[in-house]
């Protein structure tokens, strides 16, 4: 099913995995207030971090966000919606506190809105590819460096889900 014209249609929708509801309710709360990644990754692309409670908060290399009501040391899976991720850049050198930085990979306008790739550095350094959806024209060159921001409404903290057995 098209989850667009799901959202579109419907004043209630009963949203299924294995043959099982996983949650119901009006379009805007599956979409605003999820209760599982599943129903996150439903309506879309979305970024994923593993991370770990500490004093409240879980940091991921997008920005640091509330870790809601999970308790300090859990380990966290936070989805990050591509129109979460706020572009600002070019990224000023001296800047106070300008936010997590990101590289560009690549910027492609798509009409409506421009969708960037973007590589961000996890905390030991490893390089993180990212997807940006951006309102309008944003059209940054390849290699330069923008900051980022996080719109908390369109993050998701869950605890994480235990690895699949083979």
Not at 5 to 15: G, H, K, N, Q
Not at 41 to 70: C, K, Q, S, W
Not at 116 to 132: I, K, T, W
Request: charged fraction near 15%.
């Amino acid at each position: 099913h098209d989850p667009e014209e799901a959202m579109f249609m419907a004043d209630r929708i009963a949203l299924m995995r294995e043959g099982h509801i996983v949650q119901t309710g009006a379009p805007a709360d599956l979409y605003c207030r999820p209760v599982e990644p599943f129903v996150v990754r439903f309506f879309g692309e979305v970024n994923e971090f593993e991370g770990v409670v500490h004093d409240g908060m879980v940091a991921t290399p997008a920005g640091t966000i509330p870790a809601g009501p999970l308790p300090q040391g859990a380990a966290v899976t936070v989805l990050v919606r591509p129109e979460a991720l706020r572009v600002a850049g070019p990224q000023a050198t001296g800047d106070a506190n300008p936010g997590p930085a990101a590289r560009v990979i690549a910027a492609r306008l798509l009409g409506r809105a421009s969708l960037l790739h973007l590589e961000v550095r996890n905390a030991a350094g490893a390089p993180r590819h990212l997807h940006a959806r951006v309102p309008g024209v944003c059209l940054p060159g390849s290699g330069q460096v923008v900051g980022l921001a996080l719109d908390a409404s369109q993050v998701f903290v869950f605890p994480r889900e235990p690895a699949a057995s083979a």
